[in-house]
């Protein structure tokens, strides 16, 4: 039962750019509702966690809490040629001695649950299983949302529905986008078009020490595909397939029209023996499920009385693991914004957009290395065997330091064998 009428602020979305974002906030003495959709934990991708995270947690108060869990630690990532050869992997700690160059690999139902169980703990009103339908406009402003209660479609949900007002909208619904669909703002990257197959599997081989809990990136034969391999907890790995959605699944249908996923999914498996090596006598937890990761991004941050956060403001290619930690930063960043903008009441895109520069530019960075990953003729080995003085400015954008360090200094080396599309600078006004 939600409590008020009115909040300060109401978060839409409980994944981790909205519980990031409604827990600092309400951290600062404001009035905080945050409504998830889901009633229940539910199983997401988007496991791997990148050790700029530990900053955000620090803030959070989830450190501890992280360090008592069971999920895997992680030191580092590697990568595998499409021969089968393995890179040295990629030591957060050879450029930060920190003890935040080490971080996890979460199970997504339980890291969620532990993010929104601590923002309760710090004063948000939490509320689930409420679905938020649209959000209320007086112009440009942004003044409250519509929800409803229950399951959608339920006859008896239907006449649960009610307005309910906010000073500041946090619009953290993830690939919904709730307000970028509603105006509009989103464009999608016309050479970043992927789909992915992914499971779950219990068994199989990994590394020993300080490589047991390292994210692989695995290319495939022809590195027309890619695989990831992350190890969570129960004994499960994560293993997902990401190509072309053309090549992975629109030209891949049987002749009755239907997609059969699992026989794509062994036939990419074939052309990566060291994954499937890896596998041997591994069991596949559920049947492979598919998704479209069109990389794109809204043309503005933030409006009169309302801001995005994580994928509902723009989502990444998953190669880098740079998902979650994306939706902190940008929890954490907004956060800020909305803090100054209470305590100087202005409510204006200026203000609450004030981080969108620092946040893109940093976004710009892992884009950059993206597009040098789907580069064929590029190889990340060869590059640093010319170039040994970028390996810093790699593990640091590994490492998600880009917001704590310059590591644009690679990019002009890196961008004589591989394109770079132009920086799409944020709109300013509506």
Excluded at 7 to 22: E, L
Excluded at 300 to 308: K, M, P
Excluded at 317 to 338: H, N, R, W
Excluded at 390 to 396: A, C, K, N, T
């Amino acid at each position: 039962m939600i409590t008020n009428e009115n909040y300060d602020t109401i978060v839409i979305g409980g994944g981790p750019a909205g519980s990031t974002a409604a827990t600092l906030i309400a951290q600062q003495g404001y009035n905080v509702l945050l409504l998830e959709r889901d009633a229940e934990p539910t199983f997401k991708i988007g496991e791997s966690l990148i050790p700029a995270t530990y900053w955000t947690f620090k803030r959070l108060g989830m450190l501890e809490k992280l360090r008592a869990s069971h999920f895997p630690l992680k030191f580092s990532v590697q990568f595998f040629t499409r021969t089968g050869k393995a890179t040295n992997p990629f030591y957060f700690f050879e450029t930060n001695p920190h003890e935040s160059a080490v971080t996890w690999q979460v199970l997504r139902s339980e890291f969620d649950q532990m993010l929104l169980d601590n923002a309760e703990e710090k004063g948000v009103e939490v509320q689930r299983g409420v679905s938020v339908r649209k959000v209320l406009f007086e112009g440009d402003k942004a003044v409250g949302v519509v929800v409803q209660n229950g399951r959608m479609g339920d006859e008896k949900s239907k006449q649960n529905i009610e307005t309910i007002h906010g000073t500041v909208i946090v619009d953290s619904t993830g690939q919904s986008s709730l307000i970028g669909r509603q105006l509009k703002l989103n464009t999608i990257e016309p050479n970043l078009k992927k789909a992915s197959l992914f499971t779950h599997y219990e068994g199989g081989h990994r590394d020993e020490r300080l490589d047991e809990g390292a994210t692989l990136i695995l290319h495939t034969e022809e590195k027309d595909s890619w695989f990831w391999s992350i190890p969570l907890p129960y004994n499960r790995t994560s293993v997902g397939v990401v190509g072309e959605l053309d090549y992975l699944l629109q030209n891949r249908r049987e002749q009755d029209g239907k997609l059969n996923a699992q026989k794509i999914f062994e036939e990419e498996l074939e052309k990566c023996q060291p994954l499937k090596l890896r596998l041997e006598g591994a069991k596949q937890l559920f049947p492979i499920q598919t998704t479209k990761d069109f990389s794109y991004r809204a043309s503005r941050i933030a409006g009169d009385n309302w801001v995005l956060i994580g994928d509902a403001f723009g989502f990444l290619d998953p190669v880098y693991s740079t998902g979650l930690f994306l939706a902190l930063k940008s929890g954490e960043m907004a956060a800020d914004a909305v803090v100054e903008a209470f305590k100087d009441n202005d409510f204006s895109q200026t203000r609450l957009g004030q981080f969108g520069d620092m946040f893109v530019e940093g976004m710009e960075a892992f884009r950059k290395l993206v597009y040098a990953f789907y580069t064929k003729d590029f190889s990340f080995a060869r590059f640093l065997s010319e170039h040994p003085e970028h390996l810093g400015g790699i593990v640091d954008i590994l490492s998600g330091d880009v917001y704590r360090r310059d590591v644009t200094h690679i990019f002009p080396d890196m961008s004589k064998t591989c394109y770079f599309p132009p920086e799409v600078p944020l709109t300013k006004s509506t």
